[in-house]
């Protein structure tokens, strides 16, 4: 069975470094691209970004580019988002996924999110 | 880069059936886009209800289906249930570049 599992809810404060985790179970972790997807309080989904375990290669959305970093370690099975420094805008649920189908077209399984509060 | 375009809510009966429209995914000479829909109650994630237009993953109801036309695709629900009542998102995948639409909220009345 595919998981993901996402590390548990966070409350930093203005300007704090903040990591964040998604570890994958249940398939061959080097064949998918990892994504991040960020939903803002009572708003749509975002696309962050995403990466591939095998070289890590990563690709951001525009907006994100130079606001969060993401990496993976495939010997763990695990792919991180971080922040060196939060902003009281970075308050919103965060989730992984696995980009699958069979062109690799979609995000087939979705971690539970981790939800972050940053107060300024 | 700009989000896709979905209705922001559509409602229908039990029974009824409802489709949900999204467009703004690139389909021009040279760029090729994947659509597929998710579906989200409050307060989880998201889960895949279709892929690549009109492809359902296994396990999915085949109340759900989806079509494209032109530069817009659709999402149908037919026979619709309490059950359906959950926000609806588009997301295309072009050439590396991922966009969401805006979400829909379907409610059964």
């Known amino acids: 069975e595919v998981q993901l599992v996402q590390s548990g809810a966070e409350v930093r404060k203005s300007g704090e470094p903040l990591k964040i985790s998604c570890k994958a179970s249940?398939?061959?972790?080097?064949?998918?691209?990892i994504g991040w997807v960020r939903q803002m309080p009572g708003k749509d989904l975002e696309y962050i970004g995403m990466?591939?375990?095998?070289?890590?290669?990563?690709k951001y959305s525009p907006a994100s580019r130079g606001q969060v970093t993401i990496s993976v370690d495939k010997s763990i099975s695990t792919a991180w988002l971080q922040w060196s420094s939060l902003k009281a805008s970075d308050t919103a649920m965060y989730y992984c996924?696995?980009?699958?189908?069979?062109?690799?077209?979609?995000?087939?399984?979705w971690g539970q999110g981790t939800l972050v509060t940053v107060s300024s | 880069q700009s989000a896709l375009t979905q209705p922001a809510s559509v409602s229908g009966s039990p029974g009824q059936s409802v489709t949900i429209s999204c467009t703004g995914f690139?389909?021009?000479?040279?760029?090729?886009?994947?659509v597929s829909w998710y579906q989200q109650y409050a307060a989880k994630a998201p889960t895949l209800i279709i892929y690549?237009?009109?492809k359902r993953p296994s396990g999915v109801s085949n109340r759900f289906s989806g079509s494209q036309s032109g530069n817009t695709a659709s999402l149908t629900i037919s026979g619709l249930q309490a059950e359906d009542e959950a926000d609806y998102y588009c997301?295309?995948?072009?050439?590396?570049?991922?966009?969401f639409g805006g979400g829909t909220k379907l409610t059964v009345l």
């Open positions: 996924a696995r980009r699958g189908c069979d062109g690799q077209t979609c995000y087939d399984f």
């Open positions: 990466i591939y375990p095998t070289d890590s290669d990563t």
């Open positions: 690549e237009f009109s």
């Open positions: 249940g398939y061959m972790f080097t064949s998918h691209w």
């Open positions: 690139r389909s021009d000479v040279g760029f090729y886009s994947y």
């Open positions: 997301s295309s995948y072009t050439n590396t570049v991922w966009l």
